[in-house]
Structures are given as C-alpha cells and as structure tokens.
C-alpha cells in the first residue's frame, strides 16, 4: 500500500536524512486509551520562519514560543519529528550538507527531534513523499515506531494537512499570511499559532483520560445515543470505554441508530426508543409511552448512566426521566445550566471529532479505553453479514451518493460522472443506497458499475465497505462505517456541520467539496443554497485523483 516503500529514491533519502541518533527510534508502548504518541511537524512556516530554499543555518529563526511548545509536548512524553518538503534539493538550490547544516541550526535553537523526514523531490518527480502525498506521515510514523493514526501533524499550509488526512493522522493548520482562505476554510482543526496547537493536543490528550480515581465498580451502565447510524458508530469508541468499566452496558438509542447499534462491540442490551426532544421527525410527546420508557429505564437496575449527546441536543429533558427512575449517577455535556440533573455535567469545546468528544465524556464518568484498544471506530466482528459472492474478489470502489440529509448528498449528476470517470479509470464501482434511494442508484451505476441500490441492511453494507479499497462518500453513516473497518474514504464533505467533527475518523481520508459554500455551519438538512454548489463543483478527476492519492488504483489498493 505504500508508495514510499517501493521508491528507491525516498527510501534512501528518509534513510540518509533520518537524525543519525537513532536511539530514539525504539517502538513505542501503545498507552492505554492515549490518543497520540506523537507530534509531526511542518518545517517553514511552521517551527522556523519560512526562508525560500534556505541554505544558510544563520538565517534560522524560530516561531514565537516554538521551543517552550515543544518541549511541552517532550515533557508530555511525545515524540517528535520533522516532515518537510524540500524541493530546493531536486533543484540544485542549496546541497543535502547545507541542509543539514540548517537542521543542525533548527536543533540548537528548539532542541532534538526524534525523526527528520525530508522529500528532496519536485512537483513533476510524481514521488509519494512530497506533501499533500501521505508517505512521508507514513515513513515518519514508522521511524516513530508507532502508525499515522497516532499522530498529530502540524502545518501552516492546505498541503500539510492534506499529506496528514491522507495517511489517516489529525492534521492541525497553523495559519500564516501565506495560507490561501480556502485552506483554511477546509482544514478541520485550525490554531491560531504553534502553542495554541501544542496546547490543544495536549488538551485533547489528557481529555480522554479519567480525571477521578475510580470509584465503586459499576455493575449496570446505561449508555444513550440517540440519532442515526452515523451518531452512533461514532460513539462506539466511548462506549467500548464504558463497557471496559463495567459489568454489563444497556444502550438506549433511536429506530435510526438501532441497525448500527446492533453492529457495536461492549453492548449487552439494547433499548430502543424516540426520544422527541432529539429526533429529527420528531413525534408528539405521548405521556403514557413516555411514563413506560421511564419505567423500563428504572427496570434497568443501572449504578450509572452516560448520556451521549452532539452539540445543539440536549441532554437534559432524558436525564430528568432518568432521575424520576432512580437513577444515581448521571453523566452528559451540557452548555445549559443543568441544575440538579446531572452528577457529571461535562463541557467540551466546538470542533473537537465527535468520537473524542463522547470519550471525553466516557472519562469524566470515569471510563478509559482498555490496553490495547485504540481509539478508532470498530465493528463486532460477528456482527458484519458475509459479503455476497456474487460480487466479486475485494478490490473494488463503493460510491455511496445519497444521504439521509439531503443537503449531505452528492448530486446525482456528479455522482454520475464519478462513477464514469472510475469507470474509465480502470476501478470496478459498486454503487450502494437505501431503499428509498434506488433511483439515483441505478441511474448512477448505469453510467459505469454495479447496482446495489437497496440490497443491503447496514450490517450488509458493513461487509460490502469492509472488502472495498476504498469509498467515495458524503458525510453520512457509509463514511463511519469505512472508517470502523479500516477504508480509506474519499470524503464528499457538505460543510453544514464542522469536518472537524464529522469528517472520517482515523482513516486515511481526501476531503473534497467546498469548504467555503455558503451552507457552511448552518447544519441544514437540506440544502439552503440553489444548486447544491459545496458538491456540484466536484470534478470526477478530482475523485480519481483522490484514489491515486490513496494508494487506490484499478486493481485495488496497493
Ligand atoms: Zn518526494
């Protein structure tokens, strides 16, 4: 799958260039429930003032706070490396010594880093080092002795966090006067400086981390997450959390989240139920069926319960439901006052990934991640349907073009001519939808591909995801399902709600979409804006670009 792996070039040069002390290159312990091991960063423009092509470790100068910001990150016992472009190289503008001299200069003056990953190519070498290409996050991952996953990469261009997304780490922008508005705009995680990056991993890192020792054990847990499939795939690493902390775990959630609920690893007991306050086509609130619900809540004999919620819902009206049934201990976010229904009430800034916001939760209730269970999303493994085997060897490309939110589809012309240009790209296609979305999926497919148009379930749809290279999606629960099995996903991003926070989780990832259309943070359902623009400008090129990007080819993923 790596590209950097079969060039002789880069292979050499992230060999030659690598810090000769290679003592700090041992494998690192995966700590348990830590979200990052460590810290990649951009060089000009981000840790020394930017100086075209310099050859000349005189003209050396550090970003405002860069030392002391680094060696937080030392102190917090990241590692940290280097990963730069360097095209001055290819071009005969200052020579691998002079390099190396200026490295040397960087050392003095911001103390040692534990990797130094250059690509000495040009944009027409076509190399799969050069930034936005993911293998130099790669190759530095590996001289980490950890995987991209677990890295955090910061940069001050579009390109850094483009190399970083692609390779499956968090890419953090650092802006400068440099940074074009439409990098900016579609970066998911933007810090106005390098300590306030610094500072945001490190706070995000010790967020999911229990603050409190813990307590009585818990027997029973009542986790909520209402909402849909893709509201409850994303929780799933806060509930494997909770489920680690206790005996048993009962899940309340929605008829939308049910089939994706009955997918998640640590659920012994589901209760499924619309709660009015959090549906999206809400009922009436019906008294009896709810006085029922609080019963069968009470019924549940739960110590505790840890109620999942996405910014703008409310836990509240179902922590009162939980409190007439008895429940003692209740943990939710709430920015609302919550007087006395909460025994948790937990805070977390906008923007951070919705799968890190509910493990923040999961630890203010006093729940990690066990060893050895990473962060990312999951399925149970018993839970996914064999894949038909009418469909073929894995290798091929699932489009997925419709949404359960309208204004989150691809238009169905769009979604037509990517499935042409795959087509003629030499990738099999394998267009998928709900029942209620046949139409554009025969339409689509017929312009090149295989019709799946509501033949799946979800869990059907997991296994078709799961044997796929790749998925070229929206933001919509075919995304979260690719990254709970490892897919990379070529993300059709509609910017009503922030990439930052829905955008694919810990998979590699190319965003494309306008991140600046005038949809954007308005978390509309369907689109206010004629003509859909933040996806009907995609050029399928675009997509079959993505793919290459990805390590995706015709004949799957390399
Ligand atoms: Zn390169």
Not at 471 to 497: D, K, R, Y
Request: aromatic letters at 4%; charged letters at 20%.
């Amino acid at each position: 799958m790596r590209q950097d792996q079969e060039d002789p070039y880069q292979r050499r040069s992230a060999r030659a260039y690598a810090a000769a002390d290679r003592a700090g290159s041992r494998s690192v312990d995966s700590s348990a429930g830590v979200l990052y091991d460590a810290v990649l960063l951009d060089r000009d423009g981000t840790l020394i003032e930017d100086v075209p092509y310099n050859g000349d470790p005189e003209k050396v100068r550090p970003v405002p706070g860069a030392r002391a910001a680094l060696d937080r990150l030392r102190a917090a016992g990241l590692r940290l490396a280097v990963v730069t472009n360097q095209s001055g190289l290819a071009r005969g503008y200052f020579s691998a010594e002079q390099m190396w001299a200026v490295h040397a200069r960087v050392e003095e003056l911001l103390g040692r880093f534990d990797a130094w990953l250059i690509c000495p190519h040009d944009d027409a070498d076509g190399c799969a080092c050069r930034k936005p290409a993911p293998g130099l996050v790669h190759a530095a991952a590996r001289e980490l002795g950890t995987t991209a996953s677990r890295c955090a990469m910061v940069g001050d261009i579009g390109r850094d966090v483009a190399a970083a997304l692609a390779a499956g780490a968090a890419g953090v922008l650092v802006p400068t006067p440099v940074t074009r508005p439409e990098e900016i705009a579609a970066a998911g995680w933007v810090a106005h400086d390098l300590p306030a990056a610094v500072d945001e991993i490190l706070r995000r890192q010790q967020a999911v981390q229990p603050v409190t020792a813990p307590g009585d054990p818990v027997r029973t847990a009542l986790v909520v997450r209402s909402d849909s499939a893709g509201d409850v795939l994303v929780t799933g690493p806060a509930i494997r959390a909770v489920a680690a902390g206790a005996q048993r775990v009962v899940l309340l959630c929605g008829p939308r989240g049910r089939a994706a609920a009955d997918l998640l690893p640590g659920i012994d007991e589901i209760i499924e139920y619309p709660l009015p306050w959090i549906d999206s086509t809400p009922g009436p609130v019906d008294p009896e069926s709810v006085r029922s619900l609080t019963a069968r809540l009470g019924a549940v004999g739960a110590d505790q319960a840890v109620v999942f919620t996405s910014f703008h819902q409310s836990a509240l009206p179902l922590a009162l439901l939980l409190r007439m049934a008895g429940i003692g201990r209740i943990a939710a976010i709430s920015d609302d006052y919550p007087g006395s229904l909460l025994d948790v009430r937990h805070r977390v800034p906008v923007g951070v990934p919705e799968p890190e916001r509910a493990l923040s939760l999961a630890a203010a209730a006093g729940h990690r991640l066990p060893d050895g269970d990473e962060p990312v999303l999951r399925l149970r493994r018993d839970a996914v349907a064999p894949r038909p085997a009418e469909l073929g060897d894995p290798g091929y490309v699932v489009l997925h073009p419709g949404s359960a939110a309208s204004s989150r589809a691809c238009p169905p012309e769009v979604a037509t001519r990517i499935a042409g240009a795959l087509t003629a790209a030499g990738h099999r296609v394998l267009v998928t939808g709900g029942r209620d979305e046949c139409g554009i999926t025969a339409r689509v497919a017929a312009a090149g591909g295989t019709d799946l148009g509501g033949r799946t379930d979800l869990a059907g749809l997991a296994a078709i995801v799961a044997d796929a290279s790749a998925v070229v999606v929206g933001n919509t629960g075919p995304a979260h399902l690719a990254a709970a099995t490892g897919v990379p996903v070529v993300s059709l991003f509609a910017p009503t709600v922030p990439f930052g926070q829905w955008g694919p989780y810990r998979v590699p990832t190319v965003r494309l979409g306008d991140a600046a259309a005038p949809c954007r943070d308005t978390r509309a359902a369907s689109c206010p804006v004629p003509g859909h623009p933040c996806l009907s400008g995609v050029d399928p090129d675009e997509v079959v670009d993505a793919l290459r990007t990805l390590a995706v080819t015709g004949g799957g993923r390399r």
